[in-house]
């Protein structure tokens, strides 16, 4: 499989679970530390696709890894995710973005362009 996909799976993969976490903990109690916390927290669909979609990247990011060196691979993954999840933030859960925050998404971008030169 071709690095660029495995990257584009990892944060893809990544930015989702969070969105899809997010989205299961509104949908629970306040979590604590109990066993009908824990039991709300396993069996809410949501929260249990979003850690699905974390142990998916491991391989993953576990095949980048091989292929490219960490000082690239994980700045190149994490800050794509931070655009990702922001932008699905926006669409799927309605937070706002100010025009702060699409500048900060622009600079992200940038910077994710000039470590890939």
Do not use: C, D, H
């Amino acid at each position: 499989m071709p690095t660029s996909l495995l990257i584009i799976i990892a944060v893809l993969a990544g930015s989702f679970s969070n969105v899809l976490i997010k989205i299961g903990t509104g949908q629970i109690p306040a979590v604590s530390v109990s066993l009908r916390s824990l039991l709300g927290i396993a069996t809410n669909p949501y929260i249990v696709v979003g850690v699905f979609l974390t142990v998916v990247t491991f391989p993953t990011y576990t095949a980048i890894y091989q292929r490219m060196t960490l000082g690239q691979a994980f700045p190149l993954i994490t800050s794509s995710m931070f655009v990702v999840a922001t932008l699905a933030s926006a669409l799927f859960l309605k937070e706002a973005l100010t025009p702060v925050n699409y500048l900060g998404i622009v600079v992200v971008v940038l910077g994710i362009w000039l470590m890939t030169r």
